[in-house]
Each structure stands twice: as structure tokens, then as C-alpha cells.
């Protein structure tokens, strides 16, 4: 279900694989918050971010109320740099960039990015070819808002393969969005994670292999402007 990327006294850093809830699923069984707790051990854990069911990759655990405060405000003033992988099949009406704009409830569980600018969600992004018809995209979420990424890849005409949501017509063994890299500075000493993703046929293809290789250090790249 995991691994454990770093432990510190007051943090943990693991990468959970695709297709786990967060939370407990009733009848379904245990969630992916339940599960960590059991393998460490651990009566107390507390969740400073998220990831959807469908997104492997980083997540961030407190082991303290305290520490938990602090994440809680380094997410607030946005100084957590967050960096996800995702590939698409279709064409994007932009290749690189920004995407930018409030979200709203839409039908069926999804939500809808607007064009009005009141409390919005930015995401920076890149992409790159990868094989013919399919490109991968490096995004950078400056804002916390539910099914982000996922939205603002669809806002650009590039919903991500296997969304059971936003792209439900695509047949794939997962869907293709990882939690790639974090990066901050907590009580003054500064950490940074990659995880690579090693599930899902398109992720260990050798032409997105190479292009991560590429991608160690996604916060030295010249990212567009706000």
C-alpha cells in the first residue's frame, strides 16, 4: 500500500500507491490514513494534505499536534512546493504555461473551472511529448482546491488517462497522476523528496523514464509566470 520515504521525530514522508481512498471505506475496508497508522505503529498521526484515491505519490504526515500546526501554516502561506506528474492523451489547447481561474461544483461529484478570479486555483505547467498522441505534464499547484490538477487539465482539453471522472471513456490500468516531488524548509532545514512512480505501464515506459531523468529538480526549472 506504501513505503516509507523519510521518518523524522516530528514527520513522515511515504508513497502510496494509486487506487487507495484516504479514509476508511466502511465495508471496503481500511483507508490509506488507517493503514499508515497500523504500520508505524502509532495511535496518533495527523494529515496536513491529501491525495485522491486515484493519485500515488508524496504525502506529508504530522507526528505531533505541534508540527501539525506548523505544516498547516507553511501550506496556508503556500511556502510547501508541490509537484505532480501526469500524462494525458489528447491534444492541449496549450502546451505550457498557467492555468488559472475559480472552481465551482459541477454534476456527479466534479467541479468546473470558471473564468472569474475571486479565489482561484494556479497551477503552473509543462509538457512534453512522450509518444505519438500522448504527453506527459510536469504541474506546479500554487492553491490546495479539490480535484485540482485533474480540472485544470480538463479545463485545457487534456483530461488525464484512466480519470474515472473527468475522463471516464479512458481505459487504462490506473490513473496517471503522481505526487512527484516536495520541497520546504521546516524548522529552518530545508527537505526535498522525488518519488519516481513504479506502477502503471505508461509511467514505466522508457520514453517517460528518460524525461524524468531529466526532471530531478523540478523547482530549478523556469516556471511561467504568475
Same mark, same amino acid.
Given at each position: 500500500?506504501f513505503?516509507?520515504?523519510?521518518?523524522?521525530?516530528?514527520?513522515i514522508?511515504?508513497d502510496k500507491?494509486?487506487?487507495?481512498?484516504?479514509?476508511?471505506?466502511?465495508?471496503l475496508?481500511?483507508?490509506f490514513?488507517s493503514?499508515?497508522?497500523?504500520q508505524?505503529?502509532v495511535?496518533? /498521526? %495527523?494529515?496536513?494534505?491529501?491525495?485522491d484515491?486515484? =493519485?500515488?505519490g508524496?504525502?506529508?504526515?504530522?507526528?505531533n @499536534?505541534?508540527?501539525?500546526?506548523?505544516?498547516g501554516?507553511l501550506?496556508?502561506?503556500?511556502?510547501?512546493?508541490?509537484f505532480y506528474?501526469a500524462i494525458?492523451d489528447?491534444?492541449?489547447?496549450k502546451?505550457?504555461?498557467?492555468?488559472?481561474?475559480?472552481?465551482?461544483?459541477?454534476?456527479r461529484?466534479t467541479?468546473?473551472?470558471l473564468r472569474?478570479?475571486?479565489?482561484p486555483?494556479i497551477?503552473q505547467?509543462?509538457?512534453?511529448s512522450i509518444?505519438?498522441?500522448k504527453? /506527459? %505534464?510536469?504541474l506546479k499547484p500554487h492553491?490546495?482546491? =479539490?480535484?485540482?490538477?485533474?480540472?485544470?487539465?480538463?479545463s @485545457?482539453s487534456s483530461?488525464i488517462i484512466g480519470d474515472?471522472?473527468y475522463y471516464a471513456?479512458?481505459?487504462a490500468?490506473?490513473?496517471?497522476?503522481?505526487?512527484?516531488?516536495?520541497?520546504f524548509?521546516?524548522?529552518?532545514q530545508r527537505?526535498?523528496?522525488?518519488?519516481?512512480?513504479?506502477e502503471?505501464?505508461?509511467?514505466?515506459?522508457?520514453?517517460?523514464?528518460?524525461?524524468l531523468?531529466e526532471?530531478?529538480?523540478p523547482?530549478?526549472?523556469d516556471?511561467?509566470?504568475?
Amino acid at each position: 500500500m506504501f513505503k516509507i520515504i523519510t521518518e523524522t521525530s516530528d514527520f513522515i514522508i511515504v508513497d502510496k500507491i494509486s487506487n487507495s481512498s484516504f479514509h476508511d471505506e466502511g465495508d471496503l475496508g481500511s483507508g490509506f490514513f488507517s493503514m499508515v497508522k497500523k504500520q508505524m505503529n502509532v495511535e496518533q /498521526l %495527523f494529515p496536513v494534505h491529501r491525495l485522491d484515491k486515484m =493519485t500515488s505519490g508524496l504525502i506529508l504526515f504530522a507526528k505531533n @499536534i505541534t508540527c501539525a500546526q506548523l505544516f498547516g501554516d507553511l501550506f496556508k502561506d503556500h511556502k510547501i512546493e508541490k509537484f505532480y506528474i501526469a500524462i494525458s492523451d489528447k491534444k492541449p489547447t496549450k502546451k505550457q504555461g498557467l492555468i488559472k481561474g475559480d472552481m465551482n461544483k459541477s454534476r456527479r461529484g466534479t467541479w468546473k473551472l470558471l473564468r472569474t478570479l475571486e479565489n482561484p486555483a494556479i497551477t503552473q505547467f509543462y509538457s512534453y511529448s512522450i509518444s505519438q498522441g500522448k504527453r /506527459l %505534464f510536469l504541474l506546479k499547484p500554487h492553491s490546495g482546491k =479539490t480535484h485540482q490538477i485533474r480540472v485544470a487539465l480538463n479545463s @485545457i482539453s487534456s483530461p488525464i488517462i484512466g480519470d474515472p471522472l473527468y475522463y471516464a471513456q479512458s481505459q487504462a490500468d490506473r490513473g496517471y497522476l503522481h505526487a512527484y516531488a516536495l520541497r520546504f524548509i521546516y524548522l529552518e532545514q530545508r527537505y526535498e523528496f522525488i518519488s519516481l512512480p513504479t506502477e502503471g505501464e505508461l509511467y514505466l515506459d522508457s520514453k517517460v523514464i528518460e524525461k524524468l531523468s531529466e526532471l530531478k529538480k523540478p523547482w530549478q526549472l523556469d516556471w511561467p509566470r504568475l
